[in-house]
């Protein structure tokens, strides 16, 4: 199968989204089929992953200019390479697509609709207008958990029979023995660690507040790491941590390569989570393969990712957020048992599996539309 695959996700750094297309596309062509990736400019990073595959890179550069790439020249280059279908791996499919290609949209999550408001307005905007289209033109929606598949089917029920749930893979991260990245960033002894990006819908401010109500004690024994590059409308972390008397046991690291997240989830003793909305939450189970519970809120997908390797928190609740950090301070024998379970529920994700699941709802996508064409 020849696969297009609109890989605009990769021209920043590799965060959630991008690391979903890279390791899905990585595990289509494990499987013996031809990705062929589209990006409306060069990658920031160097990409290993793109080596000896067949990419098309334009020159528009901007969030507006690729916005346009994706609705004109993108679908031309598409129909010229005579793709078997067309995958829009993170919620856009281009208007005007030659109407013989079959095409799939994968949805991560809804936040324009749950929580627009933690978004810079460019993103909130394309979500809110791009995204129904994509839904509508797509021979089938893939929905990356249970909860967003419900969150879809309740906000768009036009999607009918075409929705599938495919879960992504855990990525295996490279091992680092060097423990030099934790001693560069004053990193001594156990740890708490967030990893994500740094925006408000990470709940960051509250989980800061919550590691602030502990003892003394809790907060000697267990730092608060937390990596990530800066997102939005977090550009007072710094001063937050300050005012709130934390910032001898708080560690910020910016954003880190796989190599040095590979140590990061190694070491830490319990990963933190408390967002306020999520699609699937893939630090979840990347802690979980390197035996690391978490802590995570009681909403959206994180209940159902986290399985039972997490302690569950409301996230709008300082209290319960700090409650679950000083229990997993303290509790040896919880944070174990936790620890055993995440290691189990980190198997029920696999990139392969993932994408041969991906392949089925291609192969409906392809009958699908070939059913739709008028008869010569």
């Known amino acids: 199968m020849r696969i297009g695959v609109d890989a605009r996700n990769l021209v920043h750094k590799i965060t959630g989204i991008s690391r979903y297309l890279l390791e899905t596309s990585r595990a289509l062509s494990t499987l013996g089929h031809e990705v062929v990736f589209y990006l409306p400019e060069d990658p920031a990073v160097h990409l290993p992953e793109l080596e000896d595959k067949t990419v098309r890179i334009a020159n528009c550069r901007g969030g507006v200019r690729r916005m346009i790439w994706g609705q004109t020249l993108l679908p031309l ?129 509250r989980l800061l507040e919550a590691y602030a109500l502990l003892p003394i004690n809790t907060k000697q024994k267990l730092l608060l790491v937390i990596a990530g590059g800066n997102g939005w409308h977090m550009d007072n972390i710094r001063s937050h941590i300050d005012s709130l008397g934390i910032s001898n046991f708080v560690r910020l690291t910016g954003y880190v390569s796989d190599l040095n997240l590979s140590v990061l989830y190694r070491n830490a003793r319990v990963l933190v989570m408390p967002s306020l909305y999520e699609g699937f939450g893939l630090p979840i189970i990347e802690a979980n393969a390197m035996g690391v519970p978490a802590i995570t809120s009681n909403c959206s997908s994180m209940p159902e990712i986290a399985g039972n390797s997490a302690l569950l928190v409301d996230p709008l609740d300082v209290l319960d957020i700090s409650s679950a950090l000083r229990v997993l301070a303290d509790d040896d024998n919880l944070r174990h048992r936790l620890s055993s379970n995440a290691e189990l529920n980190a198997r029920r994700f696999d990139w392969a599996t993932s994408a041969k699941a991906l392949l089925a709802v291609f192969d409906e996508a392809i009958t699908e539309r070939k059913a739709s064409r008028p008869l010569q």
Not at 98 to 108: F, K, L, M
Not at 121 to 129: C, N
Not at 162 to 167: P, T
Not at 171 to 180: D, E, G, R
């Open 77 to 205: 280059l598409v129909g010229r390479d005579q793709v078997d279908v067309f995958w829009g791996p993170a919620h856009r499919l281009p208007s005007w697509l030659d109407r013989q290609i079959p095409r799939v949209v994968t949805i991560h999550d809804l936040v324009w609709h749950h929580a627009g408001w933690t978004m810079r307005f460019q993103g909130w905007l394309g979500d809110r207008y791009l995204m129904r289209p994509a839904i509508k033109a797509a021979d089938r929606i893939v929905a990356v958990s249970h909860a967003t598949a419900g969150a879809v089917n309740s906000i768009f029920p036009e999607t009918g029979m075409r929705l599938r749930v495919v879960y992504p893979g855990v990525t295996v991260l490279p091992l680092q023995t060097s423990n030099a990245f934790l001693a560069e960033n004053g990193i001594y002894g156990p740890f708490a660690l967030f990893i994500g990006t740094l925006e408000p819908r990470k709940n960051l401010t």
